[in-house]
């Protein structure tokens, strides 16, 4: 069955530290991989999208690795800012004619000041 | 560009009654979908067209039908509300295919009592 799990489900840090979401999938084929931010109230944004062969891609303090062969992915956050609560979802592109996109349930992150 | 609209952004209705969540995009994308979101659930897929004319059903289609007659607008109609279609509605678009990055519109919070 194809599925996009996250973890952690949630997640306080202090402002100005870092922090590392991770996300493993078994969406089979796979297509591409993205990361979106949602603030409270508002709609998914992207930050990053990658393929097959990309193992990192950087989105200004948002950094998205990949690997492809153990289904893993992890999005880290540098010198964390107020404006980064929000919850960060994983979505995978793929299955059997590549027209499936699989959430993740997301994880809820707060910057505590 | 407004990018993707929905209209409206919350709405209360009562079990059996009807309504219309509407969603425009000005970015002339081909493909358009529509998702709901409960809570601790990756978003799942109601309805979705590939073109004006053109949709077909999702994970969670019961309840809900849709139709495309421009490339712009892609309304979600509710038939016989119930109390479990209670959530939040995204509208999202992309260039052809979930393949490209989707961009969400900023939701719809219905309740039905």
């Known amino acids: 069955k194809n599925q996009v799990e996250q973890s952690p489900q949630s997640l306080i840090i202090l402002e100005g530290k870092n922090c590392t979401l991770q996300?493993?999938?078994?969406?089979?084929?796979?297509?591409?991989l993205r990361w979106y931010k949602q603030d409270t109230g508002r709609g998914p944004v992207s930050l990053t999208i990658?393929?097959?062969?990309?193992n990192t891609k950087s989105n200004g303090r948002y950094t998205a690795t990949l690997d492809a062969d153990t289904k893993q992915s992890s999005l880290h956050i540098t010198a964390s800012q107020l404006s980064d609560s929000a919850s960060y979802i994983c979505v995978v592109s793929g299955g059997e004619y590549g027209n499936k996109l699989v959430f993740g349930a997301g994880t809820i992150l707060r910057v505590k000041s | 560009n407004a990018g993707v609209t929905q209209t409206p952004k919350f709405q209360v209705l009562k079990t059996g009654q009807s309504m219309t969540l509407q969603c425009a995009q000005d970015?002339?994308?081909?493909?358009m979908s529509w998702y709901r979101q409960d809570p601790g659930m990756g978003l799942r897929l109601i309805h979705y067209s590939v073109g004006a004319g053109i949709t077909d059903q999702g994970e969670v289609p019961n309840g809900y039908n849709v139709s495309r007659s421009t490339t712009e607008d892609f309304p979600l109609r509710l038939l016989s509300a119930a109390p479990s279609q209670t959530s939040v509605y995204f509208c999202a678009s992309s260039y052809r295919s979930v393949g490209y990055e989707q961009f969400f519109g900023p939701g719809t919070r219905l309740t039905v009592l």
């Open positions: 990658m393929t097959f062969s990309e």
């Open positions: 970015m002339n994308h081909e493909y």
């Open positions: 996300c493993n999938y078994t969406v089979s084929p796979f297509s591409n």
